[in-house]
């Protein structure tokens, strides 16, 4: 019998490239419940909304979809849930200095199972893009799929 190979987990937040120029990114770890993780092996989380702020020293992921896991009891989840963010302290220090300046903020970008099998946040520190910048993305993007599309021929 063949053991069925699974597939890597690589959940994208594709809104945050578009409204958004990311400076620099980061690893972080996240703080999870058992049913959550569970969710999150099977793909049923959602990054579209979401985004990171500082609550008492620490790092907050909110507005994170993670669905409730379909086998789990009384003790599920709730959906959308405040979640901490774990980084070194140095870290922390650079995205709230770099936050306090104006226009940035901290963008979730993918979420993703380490080598380990923990769950892992790549966050972005990012600057909001201006609507000239967005239709300059979708040129962009439209012209590389007409490229793609020539090149196939």
Do not use: W
């Amino acid at each position: 019998m063949k053991e069925e190979k699974e597939q890597p987990i690589h959940i994208k937040n594709k809104r945050a490239y578009f409204d958004f120029l990311i400076d620099d990114k980061f690893v972080a770890g996240i703080k999870l419940l058992g049913t959550e993780i569970k969710s999150i092996r099977q793909g049923k989380a959602n990054l579209t909304d979401s985004f990171c702020t500082f609550i008492d020293g620490n790092l907050y992921i909110r507005n994170l979809h993670i669905s409730e896991y379909t086998h789990g009891s009384f003790y599920n989840h709730e959906a959308k849930r405040d979640r901490v963010l774990l980084l070194q302290k140095k870290e922390l220090k650079k995205l709230k200095s770099r936050t306090e300046e104006k226009g940035f903020t901290i963008v979730p970008l993918t979420i993703f199972i380490s080598g380990r099998g923990f769950a892992k946040v790549e966050i972005g520190l990012a600057q909001g893009k201006k609507t000239f910048d967005k239709r300059e993305t979708m040129k962009e993007r439209d012209s590389k799929i007409e490229m793609d599309r020539v090149m196939k021929r």
